[in-house]
């Protein structure tokens, strides 16, 4: 059974910070890595993915994965007010099946 | 448009009564999952179609019933709800080996009383 965790729970960072997200899974044989983000009364929205090891950069945000370690990451550069959500990071099987971690609740301060 | 529509957006129901919660989209993608969301907690997977294949949750198997039959409409059904069943229901659909993105749907709020 997948287990997927996240941490830290919920984190406050000023305006520019630059924020990382971290995210453990316990099946080795996952192969699909995401961070999706919802803001409050929204549907959570993907943001990026990753399929191998390595890193992944869009505009301020890059995911790195290390599957050896079971553990990615989203950072996020120059932390905007509108960054403020929760962060879900999910992982993926070759059966479609995608669990999703119980979220990292974000606050970045103006 | 990548726009996937549940209804009702609001659900009130007895305890013992059947709830039936809808979802559709029209992006033609080939899999269509539920999803149970409670306060603080993670989204839990109660089951998903591939095509015309359910999986369905061991520890949720005979409490949520679903059904799809067309590629655009899921529909999540309980049979006798309980107090425990209070919580958002959200719908997604992707495109497996496409991205693996999941399109949410913006959830109906069930209350059981």
């Known amino acids: 059974q997948q287990k997927v965790q996240q941490s830290p729970e919920s984190l406050i960072v000023p305006e520019g910070a630059m924020t990382s997200l971290n995210c453990t899974f316990s099946d080795s044989a996952s192969q699909y890595f995401a961070w999706y983000r919802q803001h409050s009364g929204k549907a959570p929205k993907a943001l990026m993915s990753i399929f191998s090891n390595g890193e992944k950069e869009e505009g301020r945000f890059t995911i790195h994965l290390n599957k050896a370690s079971l553990h990615f990451s989203l950072h996020i550069r120059d932390s905007q007010p509108s960054d403020s959500a929760l962060y879900l990071c999910?992982?993926?099987?070759?059966?479609?099946?995608?669990?999703f971690g119980t979220g990292t609740r974000l606050q970045v301060l103006p | 448009d990548t726009t996937v529509k549940q209804n009702p957006r609001y659900k009130l129901a007895r305890v013992g009564k059947p709830v039936n919660l809808i979802c559709s989209q029209t992006?033609?993608?080939?899999?269509m999952y539920w999803y149970q969301k409670k306060p603080n907690q993670a989204p839990k997977l109660l089951l998903f179609?591939?095509?015309?294949?359910?999986?369905r949750e061991a520890d949720t198997f005979e409490k949520f019933q679903s059904s799809r039959p067309n590629n655009s409409f899921c529909s999540l059904y309980i049979g006798s709800a309980g107090l425990e069943y209070s919580a958002m229901y959200l719908c997604?659909?992707?495109?497996?080996?496409?991205?693996?993105?999941?399109?949410f749907g913006a959830g109906t709020r069930l209350s059981v009383l």
């Open positions: 992006m033609n993608h080939d899999t």
């Open positions: 997604a659909s992707s495109s497996w080996g496409s991205q693996n993105t999941l399109y």
């Open positions: 999910a992982v993926g099987s070759n059966t479609n099946k995608v669990v």
């Open positions: 179609y591939y095509d015309k294949i359910l999986n």
